[in-house]
């Protein structure tokens, strides 16, 4: 499975935790969430992180 991840980042350039919160985000109808819902499948404070780097 790692061998898996380390391609997709290397393909997308993302990291890990970039695609964690997409994959949550794509799970749910319509891919949006409420900040306090994502928060409660992924680590919170992973995501203020993530969200602050994938801000344009």
Do not use: C, N, Y
Request: glycine share 8%.
């Amino acid at each position: 499975m790692s061998s898996i991840w380390g391609g997709l980042q290397a393909h997308s350039k993302l990291s890990g935790a970039d695609h964690e919160i997409l994959i949550a985000l794509t799970d749910t109808a319509g891919g949006r969430q409420r900040f306090q819902d994502l928060a409660k499948t992924v680590d919170w404070e992973r995501i203020l992180d993530q969200l602050d780097t994938m801000s344009p």
